[in-house]
């Protein structure tokens, strides 16, 4: 995909996070407060109060941001030819994509506010709880412990390729029974190695898109779901995305109060005070995302070390890392925000100036390895 394009969605991006930061601040500072009490004047009833709130606060961004989406998606899309629709088909597809994620949020809002008017002391760690089971299913254990369960798949057929494979899990310490394809039908983002199931009885599943890699590049992809295992990389990240969340919350729950009382609000669960809420959320996910991105960059660094020192195979990892890049959408070179807040791994041009980096040092020392045997073979 044009990388022009990705860099264009990725500033759209984080213009449309500016404008829910100013809108959040705005709604907070003066029209939230007689839009609840408009509100309550309907229905006392938490939840539908809470509905009809949420409803008419996402409407008003919805037709805020939609330039912004108009832009993003729809005219650079255009201009790039990434798709060929008419501006109809676009509104339909935008209409329902937000109609998804409003849902989304109202069952996430509506938890919220339950424990905040039943538990208005420990809310925020009831609240907290409720996220951190969330995201390390969402993240954890849906993605390779239940979804390998459903994937329909049959022993790689290629032997020769199936013994390289174990061969390179037991010199990562893993020990695995099988390999096997993915068989198509099962659309996923983006190609996958994965494992399913415990020891001894642990396969190893690759995607279908791999009969199009070389031998070489499988393996390549293949240690890099072995580093991510060696190291446990996927349980650290979940532990922090645990704490952070539950450190989000707890600030939260030590601020809502006096921000509420400073924008005008006298109880925490008035649905009004509810931007002032999302910016504290706002702000602190922020911090803890740049914290966050920033610590997966430093162990996808450290995975690609472990494949090049048990690989040596620098011209296979480069040509993975282009596939990889080709297939997964993303700005090759992204800006310093845009890195910060939305890459949790390096930009692919760096990854491959580090690999080249290494083959350079790797062919130096060789030539200077050469060097030292022709002076001691010399009389």
Avoid at 30 to 59: C, D, H, K, M, T
Avoid at 130 to 137: E, K, L, P
Avoid at 152 to 160: Q, T
Avoid at 233 to 251: Q, S
Wanted: net charge positive; aromatic share 16%.
């Amino acid at each position: 995909m044009n990388n022009s394009y990705l860099r264009i969605k990725n500033r759209v991006l984080l213009a449309q996070g500016a404008v829910l930061f100013l809108y959040l601040f705005i709604m907070a500072y003066s029209f939230s407060l007689p839009l609840g009490e408009f509100i309550y004047q309907l229905s006392r009833n938490s939840v539908i109060a809470v509905s009809l709130y949420l409803f008419v606060l996402y409407v008003f961004y919805f037709l805020i941001s939609f330039g912004l989406n108009f832009y993003g998606e729809f005219l650079q899309a255009k201009k790039f030819q990434i798709k060929d629709e008419e501006f109809g088909e676009w509104a339909k597809d935008l209409l329902r994509r937000q109609g998804i994620i409003f849902i989304a949020l109202l069952f996430v809002v509506q938890v919220t506010y339950f424990f905040l008017e039943t538990q208005p002391k420990t809310w925020w760690l009831l609240n907290a709880a409720f996220w951190i089971v969330i995201i390390i299913f969402k993240n954890e254990i849906f993605p390779f412990y239940i979804l390998p369960l459903i994937l329909r798949y049959a022993p790689l057929s290629d032997e020769n390729l199936k013994s390289k494979i174990i061969a390179l899990a037991q010199k990562a310490g893993v020990t695995i029974q099988d390999v096997c394809r993915i068989k198509p039908g099962f659309h996923l983002r983006t190609p996958i190695v994965m494992f399913s199931g415990v020891n001894p009885n642990r396969k190893m599943l690759l995607d279908d898109i791999f009969c199009d890699y070389t031998q070489e590049e499988v393996g390549i992809a293949v240690l890099q779901e072995l580093a991510r295992n060696y190291y446990q990389h996927r349980w650290k990240l979940a532990g922090c995305r645990a704490l952070f969340t539950l450190l989000v919350f707890a600030g939260a729950g030590v601020m809502f109060k006096p921000a509420a009382r400073f924008f005008g609000f006298k109880l925490i669960f008035d649905i009004g005070a509810f931007p002032v809420l999302a910016l504290l959320f706002l702000c602190g996910a922020g911090i803890f995302i740049v914290i966050f991105n920033d610590l997966s960059r430093r162990f996808t660094r450290k995975e690609d070390d472990f494949v090049l020192s048990k690989s040596g195979q620098t011209e296979a990892f480069i040509s993975v890392l282009v596939r990889q890049a080709n297939e997964s959408n993303r700005d090759q070179n992204p800006g310093y925000l845009a890195e910060k807040l939305l890459f949790d791994k390096p930009s692919f041009s760096q990854r491959i100036l580090t690999i080249q980096d290494y083959a350079h040092n790797l062919q130096f020392k060789q030539g200077d390895n050469q060097e030292n045997k022709e002076d001691k073979s010399s009389p």
